[in-house]
């Protein structure tokens, strides 16, 4: 992507302007990036007959183990037939447990199976691989920008989620 060229400063804070081809660039560079980083879980997926979807659902239950399908609703911003219809896949497979909740009955808490658990590591594994050789290439300060410019493009809900979980796993 070409370097960002007007810098201005108002007020003491400096601004970022970004041509429309650059933002343009930034766009086509998030899509390739996310095909590549997606690339090699589709292919253990597509073995299985799983979609992204499922990888999203196996992913968060894993990241926060007994959340309720609610939780998991809000998380993956998808509706209630569609995650049901995965879920349904996943527990028929033996990938996941539903379990009723202690103390709501109401509620479904999921857990991932020892299946599930290698399944989960055997996707997240390729993603970390590829995640951490363009993390060494970048660097340190790469990375915390990264983050920061990820973080800068969630809405306030997701932001919230996502520092949620990233709590949850201290």
């Given amino acids: 992507m070409a370097e960002v060229q007007n810098v201005q400063m108002y007020g003491g804070e400096s601004l970022l302007f970004l041509t429309d081809e650059q933002l343009r660039q930034g766009i086509e560079a998030m899509f390739f990036a996310y095909r590549g980083f997606t690339a090699d879980p589709d292919l253990i997926l597509q073995e299985l007959a799983y979609g992204r979807a499922h990888h ?42 539903s ?3 202690r103390m709501d009955k109401r509620e479904r808490h999921l857990f991932l199976t020892e299946e599930g658990q290698k399944l989960e590591q055997r996707l997240s594994d390729a993603q970390r691989s590829r995640m951490r050789a363009a993390f060494r290439q970048a660097g340190p300060e790469a990375v915390a920008g990264f983050r920061r410019v990820l973080e800068a493009m969630m809405d306030t809900d997701m932001k919230r989620q996502y520092r949620t979980l990233r709590e949850g796993r201290g």
């Fill in 56 to 97: 999203r659902a196996i992913h968060f239950i894993n990241c926060a183990p007994g959340t309720t399908v609610n939780n998991l609703l809000g998380i993956l911003g998808v509706t209630k037939q569609s995650l049901n219809r995965v879920l349904r896949t996943l527990i028929e497979d033996g990938l996941v447990e």
């Fill in 99 to 101: 379990r009723v909740g």
